[in-house]
């Protein structure tokens, strides 16, 4: 009897864990979806990214609720109990990258009726690579319990919030040349957050899984390269009224 409990609770965190990287993923293919939609003005692409938005909220549900369910039913110690804790708080980072894809996605049709400077899409389009390479990183760190290479995708961060300034400031100096640029820029800018913000939530998941298999913290402060402060308190994942996310 003891031996079927102990075969039963190691099969709630295997179903808990797969279903952690399935998720990551889904999560993955929406960025990257998202962005090529941005990109080349595909509002079918960007549909489909707002559609699987309502699938991984449901993935994030289902997760919680068999974590719980298992903490309770098993009262979990030392690793075992971090699993699932840390199974919770990767689950909801997660869903907010899928929540940042959607509304990137949501911003194509406003940006397809402006013309954009290339060299800022292209930027964009670097930002995104940056913050995906990142989260591969952090869901296969994950996947092996390497705390090593959670360290290291912490250290990345700060070259994401490097470029992201950069096309921040490139931004504000197309809207203020041209009036007309404001339109498209700001959706621009609006997405670049969102991809930078993309980034944040990858570190979270690294000290996670950093947690996970330590038992220990990362230390608090985390390499910070984003000089822009005007910005900082702004919720940039709310798209303005009327426009593509109303």
Same mark, same amino acid.
């Given at each position: 009897?003891?031996?079927?409990?102990?075969?039963?609770?190691?099969?709630?965190?295997?179903?808990? !864990?797969?279903?952690?990287? *399935?998720?990551? $993923?889904?999560?993955?293919?929406?960025?990257?979806?998202?962005?090529?939609?941005?990109?080349?003005?595909?509002?079918?692409?960007?549909?489909?990214?707002?559609?699987?938005?309502?699938?991984?909220?449901?993935?994030?549900?289902?997760?919680?609720?068999?974590? !719980?369910?298992?903490?309770?039913?098993?009262?979990?110690?030392?690793?075992?109990?971090?699993?699932?804790? $840390?199974?919770?708080?990767?689950?909801?980072?997660?869903?907010?990258? $899928?929540?940042? #894809?959607?509304?990137?996605?949501?911003?194509? !049709?406003?940006?397809?009726?402006?013309?954009?400077?290339?060299?800022?899409?292209?930027?964009?389009?670097?930002?995104?690579?940056?913050?995906?390479?990142?989260?591969? *990183?952090?869901?296969?760190?994950?996947?092996?319990?390497? *705390?090593?290479? #959670?360290?290291?995708?912490?250290?990345?961060?700060?070259?994401?919030?490097?470029?992201?300034?950069?096309?921040?400031? *490139?931004?504000?100096?197309?809207?203020?040349?041209? =009036?007309?640029?404001?339109?498209?820029?700001?959706?621009?800018?609006?997405?670049?957050?969102?991809?930078?913000?993309? $980034?944040?939530?990858?570190?979270?998941?690294?000290?996670?899984?950093?947690?996970?298999?330590?038992?220990?913290?990362?230390?608090?402060?985390?390499?910070?390269?984003?000089?822009? =402060?005007?910005?900082?308190?702004?919720?940039?994942?709310?798209?303005? =009224?009327?426009?593509?996310?109303?």
């Amino acid at each position: 009897m003891a031996e079927h409990i102990v075969t039963s609770y190691e099969d709630e965190l295997k179903f808990i !864990i797969r279903r952690i990287s *399935e998720m990551g $993923g889904q999560a993955e293919r929406m960025v990257e979806q998202s962005v090529s939609a941005l990109m080349h003005s595909d509002w079918g692409l960007a549909q489909s990214v707002v559609a699987d938005d309502v699938l991984l909220d449901a993935v994030q549900r289902e997760i919680d609720e068999r974590a !719980i369910r298992t903490i309770a039913k098993r009262q979990p110690m030392a690793v075992d109990l971090r699993e699932i804790v $840390g199974a919770i708080r990767i689950s909801n980072d997660l869903e907010r990258i $899928g929540d940042l #894809a959607k509304n990137t996605a949501k911003r194509v !049709i406003a940006v397809h009726e402006h013309s954009q400077p290339m060299q800022l899409v292209r930027g964009i389009e670097h930002l995104s690579d940056l913050a995906l390479a990142q989260l591969k *990183e952090v869901l296969d760190a994950y996947a092996t319990r390497d *705390e090593k290479q #959670a360290l290291a995708v912490r250290d990345g961060d700060e070259a994401i919030d490097a470029v992201y300034t950069s096309i921040f400031r *490139e931004l504000l100096t197309y809207m203020m040349e041209d =009036p007309r640029n404001i339109t498209a820029c700001t959706h621009l800018l609006f997405s670049a957050k969102n991809i930078e913000r993309i $980034g944040d939530h990858a570190t979270n998941i690294a000290e996670t899984v950093y947690y996970i298999k330590t038992g220990e913290q990362m230390e608090a402060e985390r390499p910070k390269g984003d000089s822009t =402060p005007s910005l900082a308190h702004t919720d940039l994942t709310t798209p303005p =009224p009327g426009g593509p996310g109303a």
